[in-house]
C-alpha cells in the first residue's frame, strides 16, 4: 500500500511564494510520472504540472514561468515551487504518482493553498 503524504501549504499573501513536497511511502514500484493537481469548489480537478522519469515536465497555461515542478527519484518525492502567486491559484492541491497502463495511480489526500489579494 502506498501513501502519498503533502506538505508545505498554507496562506500567503499574492506575489508570495511557496514550496509543496510529497512523499511517497510503502512499496515503490516503476513510477512512470509525478504530477500536480488542484480542485476548487463546484470545478473539476485540472493538472498544474508534470514530470516524467527523465525529467521531462508540463505545465498548465496558468501557472507556467510561475511554478516549477521538480522531483527526488531516490526519495520518491516531488515538489512544487509556487512562485508569483495569485488569487486564483487558490486551491486544495493534491499529488499523484502514476504507473502505467496496469496499475491505478495514487493520489495524496491534498493541501490547502490560498493565496489573498
Known amino acids: 500500500q502506498v501513501q502519498l503524504v503533502e506538505s508545505g501549504g498554507g496562506l500567503v499573501q499574492a506575489g508570495g511564494s511557496l514550496r509543496l513536497s510529497c512523499a511517497a511511502s510503502?512499496?515503490?514500484?516503476?513510477?512512470?510520472?509525478m504530477g500536480w493537481h488542484r480542485q476548487t469548489p463546484g470545478k473539476q480537478r485540472e493538472l498544474v504540472a508534470l514530470i516524467t522519469t527523465g525529467g521531462t515536465t508540463n505545465y498548465a497555461d496558468s501557472v507556467k514561468g510561475r511554478f516549477t515542478i521538480s522531483r527526488d527519484n531516490a526519495k520518491n518525492t516531488v515538489y512544487l515551487q509556487m512562485n508569483s502567486l495569485k488569487p486564483e491559484d487558490t486551491a486544495v492541491y493534491y499529488c499523484?504518482?502514476?504507473?502505467?497502463?496496469?496499475?491505478?495511480?495514487?493520489w495524496g489526500q491534498g493541501t490547502q493553498v490560498t493565496v489573498s489579494s
Open positions: 499523484n504518482f502514476n504507473y502505467g497502463p496496469f496499475r491505478a495511480p495514487d
Open positions: 510503502g512499496s515503490i514500484f516503476s513510477i512512470s510520472t
